[in-house]
C-alpha cells in the first residue's frame, strides 16, 4: 500500500490532551478507591514521573498498618505511543513498604538485615479489588489473571490496574549495601507464576531515546503500531507473538544515526524496515526498552519478529515524489 507523508503524520501524533487527562482520571480513581479502605495521600498532587510523559503517579500510604503504595500509570500511555486501538490506561498499584529480594548465589537476606514480609501479593490483589468495588458499588470491575479490569463508562477510564509487589535485584551487589538493587515490579498471577517487569527504566529509556533522535522515535514506534493494525485489517496473518511493547522494544534497539538520515517520516520510516532487515543478526542480543531483559526468549519469537517485518517491508510502499 502506497502511503503519504501527511498519513504517516496523522499516524505519528502524539496523545492529545484529553487522552493525557484519562492518565491522570486513572490515577485519581484508583487513589480515591484506595481512601475507601484507609489510605491517604496526605494531601499531595497527582504528578510526572517523568517530565515530558504522562507517566503520571502519586504516593499513598495506610496509617494503621504502614503500608505504602506507588501508583503509575506504565505501558503505552505512560511512554506516549499509544495508538488510537488501544484504549486501556494500564495503572500499576506497587507494594513498597514489602519488597521480593533476588540474590547472588549462596546470599540471603540475613546478609543485608532483611526480615519477612507479612502481607502477601494475593492479599494486595485482593485488597486492591475490594476497594474498587466498595467505589463503584460492584459495578464493571473483573478480576483477571494479572490484573483488575475497570470497565469505562462516562465518569470513570476503562484502566487495566495491575498489582504487583517491588521487586529488588541484588545480583550485581557485592558489598551487601540494601540501596544498590535494580529496581522493577513482580506480578503475581491468579494462575501462578511471576512477571518481572521495569517499568520506571522504561520510561526513562524512552525518554531518552526520543531526545536522542530529536523527538522521532516515539513518532515512529506510534506509525509501526499503526501499521501493523491496517496490516491485519488487510487480511495479513500476524502471529499474537508481535506485542505492541515488541514493536517499541525493537525500535528502541535500532542506533539514532538511522532515525537521522532523513526529516521526512516516509523516508525515516523506510530507512527502520530496511535496517531491521539487513541486521536481523543483531536480534539475539536485542533488549527490551528498560534496558534489562532481553527483548526474545526464544529462536521461534526472533523468527516471529523477522517474519513479520519481511510482511511490513513489502506491504510499505510511499511516493519518493511527493512534497
Avoid at 503520571?56 to 506516549?80: D, I, M, P, T
Avoid at 490483589?125 to 483477571?144: M, S, T, Y
Avoid at 529509556?205 to 526520543?210: A, I, L, V
Wanted: hydrophobic fraction near 30%; include cysteine.
Amino acid at each position: 500500500m502506497k502511503f503519504t507523508e501527511r498519513q504517516l503524520q496523522t499516524y505519528a501524533a502524539p496523545l492529545s490532551e484529553s487522552e493525557e487527562e484519562r492518565c491522570k482520571n486513572a490515577i485519581r480513581m484508583i487513589r480515591d478507591a484506595m481512601k475507601l479502605i484507609g489510605y491517604s495521600d496526605n494531601n499531595k498532587e497527582i504528578y510526572k514521573y517523568e517530565g515530558e510523559t504522562p507517566a503520571y503517579a502519586l504516593e499513598l500510604n495506610a496509617a494503621s498498618n504502614g503500608r505504602k503504595l506507588f501508583l503509575l500509570v506504565q505501558g503505552s500511555y505512560a511512554n506516549n505511543t499509544n495508538v488510537r486501538t488501544q484504549s486501556d490506561v494500564d495503572v500499576a498499584v506497587i507494594l513498597e513498604s514489602t519488597f521480593i529480594p533476588e540474590y547472588r548465589a549462596n546470599v540471603s537476606k540475613d546478609k543485608y538485615g532483611f526480615s519477612d514480609g507479612t502481607f502477601t501479593v494475593e492479599g494486595l490483589k485482593d485488597e486492591v479489588e475490594r476497594a474498587l468495588k466498595l467505589k463503584f458499588n460492584n459495578d464493571g470491575i473483573e478480576r483477571n489473571d494479572k490484573s483488575i479490569k475497570v470497565n469505562g463508562n462516562s465518569y470513570r477510564v476503562d484502566s487495566d490496574v495491575v498489582p504487583a509487589y517491588r521487586h529488588r535485584d541484588y545480583r550485581g551487589d557485592y558489598t551487601f549495601d540494601a540501596n544498590n538493587y535494580v529496581g522493577g515490579i513482580e506480578i503475581r498471577p491468579d494462575s501462578g507464576g511471576r512477571i518481572i517487569n521495569f517499568p520506571e527504566q522504561h520510561i526513562k529509556n524512552g525518554k531518552r531515546k526520543n531526545s536522542e533522535t530529536n523527538h522521532k522515535y516515539k513518532k515512529h514506534v506510534r506509525i509501526m503500531k499503526k501499521m501493523k493494525s491496517l496490516m491485519a485489517e488487510s487480511g495479513y496473518s500476524i502471529t499474537s507473538s508481535i506485542s505492541s511493547f515488541g514493536l517499541e522494544s525493537l525500535l528502541w534497539n535500532i542506533p539514532n544515526s538511522v532515525y537521522e538520515k532523513y526529516t521526512a517520516h516516509r523516508f525515516v520510516f523506510d530507512e527502520i524496515l530496511k535496517y531491521l532487515k539487513n541486521n536481523f543478526e543483531n536480534f539475539e542480543g536485542y533488549k527490551e526498552a528498560n534496558g534489562v531483559k532481553p527483548l526474545f526468549t526464544s529462536t521461534t519469537q526472533q523468527d516471529d519478529y523477522k517474519a513479520f517485518i519481511r510482511m511490513l517491508s513489502e506491504y510499505y510502499q510511499y511516493d519518493i515524489t511527493e512534497t
